[in-house]
């Protein structure tokens, strides 16, 4: 972790034009820093980077978990190394702003770039306080985020194990569901278990939608019981270690129908066509096409009506993109969805996904589940 997090503070300082950059959003400080333990939606912390100098200015409710991260990330490798870190604490009566123009005086760098992540009234307080000590603010655009996009051998794991907890939970699932159940019934019972495989926490709010309600994509559990019959759409994910998991599968309780098989079948074998076409340096959108086009031939083209795929890791919606209008290329470390659906209004829905790697000659698909029809 000591080599992973310096080469991505290497990287960092290679990619930025200007003398500093300041981080404030949290995902982009923990992938920074490799600390899981300073994710918070707040952003209490602050990371000042300089071409000889990486800080965390954090408070005193985070601050001893930055030095007990600091120095384990220190000692994961066989020949352990110093932290790249300086943990410095701000208070009430030292903010971080005061903190943070004493690094930048300390280091002799009168600019620095800000996040544009920041919301408007957050930059302004920042511009506004540096501009007064005569620091030039500069704006920074996707910086980190460009760097999260490209897996590491040791992200490609974590996101291998969150997967791992979300097939087994799915395993189990098939044996504990039955018609008669609600949808927040499934949802909670399919949650608790995949945290007693060890997820620490959701990759998202899970979508259990039965009947007519698999219709609608992102449709949230209600109390709407599964009857004979219906297909359940259940998409769902793990968070593990600070990176995310994300599956989808329909599953038939009773014969479903012959429609219903059959769109299933023109799903899977959209979802063939993607997977055979996703490698590294083909275009989103044409990923996109090749499973769009087995689902318009079959005649349910207007029923589907969102993009192939996503990228995932810190968040379980990132770049790159397949779908009409992406301008994304695939390349080596990219982690995406794989996500055709056909969704017939009033009726019911299919959607199958799964969590696939970009790698140098082909794809890694971390989903084991079976994705031929189960019916319950």
Known sequence: MTAATQSRLD?????????????????????????????????????????????????????????????AVAAATATPAASPWQIVEFSATRPAAEEVIGQLAHHKVTAVALEDTLSHRRYQDWTRRLADRGITVQESSGLVEALRRCKDASELEAIAAA????????????????????????????????????ATGLAFESIIAAGPNGAKPHALPSARAIEPGDLLVMDFGAAKDGYCSDMTRTVAFGDPGAEAREVYAVVLAAQQAGLDAA??????RDVHEAAREVIARAGYGERFGHGLSHGLGMLVHETPHCSPRSTDTLAPG???????????????????????????????????????????
Request: aromatic share 6%; no cysteine.
């Open 334 to 376: 990219d982690v995406i969805s794989m996500e055709p659906g056909i969704y017939l209004p009033g009726r019911f829905g299919v959607r199958i996904e799964d969590l696939i790697a970009i790698t140098p000659g082909g794809v890694r698909n971390f989903t084991t589940s079976p994705k031929e029809l189960t019916i319950l």
């Open 163 to 198: 997967q791992a907890i979300t097939d087994a939970a799915f395993t189990q699932m098939l044996g504990f569901m039955q018609p008669g159940m609600r949808e927040i019934d499934i949802a909670s019972e399919l949650e608790y278990r995949m945290r007693k495989l060890g």
């Open 11 to 71: 990287r960092l300082r290679a990619a930025l034009d200007a003398p500093a950059l300041l981080l404030t959003d949290s995902l982009n400080i923990s992938y920074m820093t490799a600390m899981t333990g300073l994710i918070d939606a707040e952003d209490p912390h602050v990371v000042l980077i300089t071409p000889d100098a990486a800080v965390l200015l954090t408070d005193s409710r985070y601050s001893e978990t930055a030095r007990e991260q600091a120095a």
């Open 279 to 284: 490698r590294a340096g083909q275009r989103g």
